[in-house]
């Protein structure tokens, strides 16, 4: 807008709709700028372009000083910008400062206070010049000084310049305690990532890569690490998701055979009649299409450590040949006529009870015996309590890398998965933070993309429910064998401890069924949904436990 443009708004009747064009477009830089830097310098310009409040400038205090200095200027020089250094209470910005007080200056010639100092005289025009400067005040704390230069021989009182201008330093304070804010969060983010990063490193270096605090994963580790220099059989039993390879991993790393092999096979995902070839490996001509001799895992796995996960799955057949490797130290290929000796130690996992496969006969008892010498029971991750913080974040900063995104938690994120069951544990964790990072909107996870996840999650399970659920025994604590110690006993002489597989009910979780009630006054759809399950994973819970004549009627107003 040109200066005639501006002198003719004076007398124009519209003239309080350019104020308020003024006011909406410096609100709109304010939310939609990208950096302090744009916002504040596009008020200043439109100061200067729509109303002739020429030369704006702020000046903010220093950090730690009683000093101020101009920090973003529309008309003014690079010189003369760095000219504008003030101390608080020195000429019109800095009594402004010092004071809170408005300054008018009519004629910035007849006044002694003024000081000149950013912009020379003989560059403003050689009319009678004006200065005016308010206060930028936030929360009663005042951050800086708001000035311009305007003519005083225009029509337009000063009065009406005083409030705009006051209404445009409120705008800038709001910027300036934003950007401080984000400022101060983005340093702590910061920081919060450093301290994470290095007690992720730490904790790795110590365990391997098994994270957590919780005294139940803390008590597992110190059986892990008190029984891997030993050559004793070791026994991990838990529900899926546990970790249970890593476990084993640490024990082989932290024993005397670290520098042997470490084989690992799933006993349950290859078909029985593949499984013995591969344990025990075959002679050429064994069978149809052993055009070779293979060597076995088992073999493979020599001076080493050899893991077998899922151990209950194994048909009986190769439980005793099994045993064999365990008493006599020597395999016998398929097809084979000698014994081979090996020097392996074994590590056994499962996730079912063996203790009631071998009362129904489809476990061997000498081969219990023989694997749970040192049994360690991995607690699923409902009990490891605060360890989902620990795990949420790595696995987000693992699926961060993964998929080159840069999302973070929102509030409250945190708080609702450590709020969930988790029955597919660590991997189901794992997977949910991942499918997070991939459908969050602008780089942030929230609170409805992980309870729509864990809805989709509460479904899986849900066919499970049907029927009678199986019942897991946790291995009994183990003393520490000596190399000829005796077995453990077959059954375990405590309660039977209800491990929750998908959709599996637990004793424990009655109360949290009626809490949800009474927090959603009886609703039980959105009761369900606080806790993560689908209507009718929360009835059949309710009918299991016996809750249905504890209900709070439908309606109770919500707590």
């Known amino acids: 807008m040109t200066l005639t443009a501006i002198k003719n708004l004076e007398t124009d009747t519209d003239i309080e709709d350019v104020e308020l064009l003024i006011i909406y477009e410096a609100s709109r830089l304010m939310?939609?700028?990208?950096?302090?830097?744009?916002?504040?310098?596009?008020?200043?310009?439109?100061?200067?372009?729509?109303?002739?409040?020429?030369?704006?400038?702020?000046?903010?205090?220093?950090?730690?000083?009683?000093?101020?200095?101009?920090?973003?200027?529309?008309?003014?020089?690079?010189?003369?910008?760095e000219r504008g250094h003030y101390v608080i209470g020195e000429g019109v910005t800095g009594r402004v400062m010092q004071t809170g007080q408005v300054a008018v200056i009519q004629n910035i010639d007849d006044e002694p206070v003024y000081l000149t100092r950013a912009v020379e005289r003989r560059t403003l025009p050689q009319e009678t010049v004006a200065f005016l400067a308010v206060p930028i005040v936030h929360n009663d704390a005042r951050l800086g000084v708001l000035g311009a230069h305007r003519l005083?021989?225009?029509?337009?009182?000063?009065?009406?310049?005083?409030?705009?201008?006051?209404?445009?330093?409120?705008?800038?304070?709001?910027i300036l305690s934003l950007n401080r804010v984000i400022a101060e969060k983005t340093a702590l983010l910061a920081d919060e990532n450093r301290a994470l990063k290095q007690a992720l490193d730490q904790q790795t270096e110590v365990t391997h890569g098994i994270l957590g605090e919780s005294p139940a994963l803390r008590h597992a580790l110190r059986q892990a690490l008190h029984v891997s220099p030993t050559q004793a059989t070791v026994?991990?039993?838990?529900?899926?998701?546990?970790?249970?390879?890593?476990?084993?991993?640490?024990?082989?790393?932290?024993?005397?055979?670290?520098?042997?092999?470490?084989?690992?096979?799933?006993?349950?995902?290859?078909?029985?009649?593949?499984?013995?070839?591969e344990l025990f490996g075959h002679e050429k001509g064994a069978f149809t299409g052993a055009v070779v001799r293979k060597q076995g895992i088992i073999e493979l796995a020599n001076h080493g450590t050899l893991f077998l996960d899922e151990i209950g799955d194994l048909a009986l057949d190769l439980q005793s040949k099994l045993l064999h490797?365990?008493?006599?130290?020597?395999?016998?290929?398929?097809?084979?006529?000698?014994?081979?000796?090996?020097?392996?130690?074994?590590?056994?996992?499962?996730?079912?009870?063996?203790?009631?496969?071998?009362?129904?006969?489809?476990?061997?008892?000498?081969?219990?015996?023989?694997?749970?010498?040192?049994?360690?029971?991995?607690p699923p991750l409902r009990e490891r309590a605060g360890d989902v913080r620990?795990?949420?974040?790595?696995?987000?900063?693992?699926?961060?890398?993964?998929?080159?995104?840069?999302?973070?938690?929102?509030?409250?994120?945190?708080?609702?998965?450590?709020?969930?069951?988790?029955?597919?544990?660590?991997?189901?964790?794992?997977?949910?933070?991942?499918?997070?990072?991939?459908?969050?909107?602008?780089?942030?996870?929230?609170?409805?993309?992980?309870?729509?996840?864990?809805?989709?999650?509460?479904?899986?399970?849900?066919?499970?429910?049907?029927?009678?659920?199986?019942?897991?025994?946790?291995?009994?604590?183990?003393v520490m064998p000596a190399a000829s110690a005796p077995a453990m006993p077959l059954f375990d002489p405590r309660p039977n401890v209800a491990q929750r597989s998908y959709g599996w009910v637990r004793a424990d979780e009655g109360q949290s069924l009626l809490d949800a009630l009474r927090l959603t006054g009886g609703n039980k759809t959105r009761a369900a949904m606080t806790l993560g399950m689908t209507p009718r994973q929360f009835r059949y819970r309710l009918e299991r436990l016996g809750l249905l004549d504890k209900l709070p009627p439908s309606g109770t107003p919500a707590v």
């Not at 021989?153 to 800038?172: C, E, H, N, Q």
């Open 325 to 378: 490797v365990l008493e006599k130290q020597a395999i016998k290929r398929v097809g084979g006529t000698q014994d081979i000796p090996v020097n392996v130690r074994i590590i056994a996992a499962t996730h079912k009870n063996l203790q009631k496969a071998v009362n129904e006969g489809r476990f061997r008892i000498d081969l219990f015996y023989r694997l749970n010498v040192f049994p360690i029971h991995l």
């Open 152 to 174: 005083r021989g225009r029509k337009r009182p000063f009065s009406r310049d005083i409030t705009l201008l006051r209404v445009l330093a409120t705008l800038i304070a709001q």
């Open 390 to 478: 620990h795990l949420a974040r790595h696995f987000l900063q693992t699926a961060n890398h993964e998929f080159d995104r840069n999302t973070v938690f929102g509030m409250g994120v945190l708080e609702r998965l450590e709020s969930y069951n988790w029955p597919g544990n660590i991997r189901q964790l794992e997977n949910v933070i991942k499918r997070a990072v991939l459908v969050a909107q602008n780089r942030e996870i929230t609170v409805d993309d992980v309870i729509l996840i864990l809805q989709h999650e509460a479904h899986i399970g849900e066919h499970l429910e049907a029927g009678t659920q199986q019942k897991i025994i946790p291995p009994p604590a183990p």
């Open 31 to 81: 939310t939609h700028g990208g950096s302090p830097d744009e916002a504040i310098n596009g008020i200043l310009r439109l100061m200067s372009q729509m109303i002739g409040l020429n030369r704006g400038r702020v000046a903010l205090k220093d950090p730690g000083a009683e000093t101020m200095s101009i920090r973003y200027a529309y008309g003014l020089t690079t010189p003369e910008r």
């Open 235 to 277: 026994l991990l039993a838990g529900e899926s998701g546990t970790g249970k390879e890593r476990f084993a991993r640490m024990v082989h790393i932290t024993s005397q055979r670290r520098d042997g092999p470490f084989m690992a096979i799933n006993c349950a995902a290859i078909p029985e009649a593949l499984l013995e070839s």
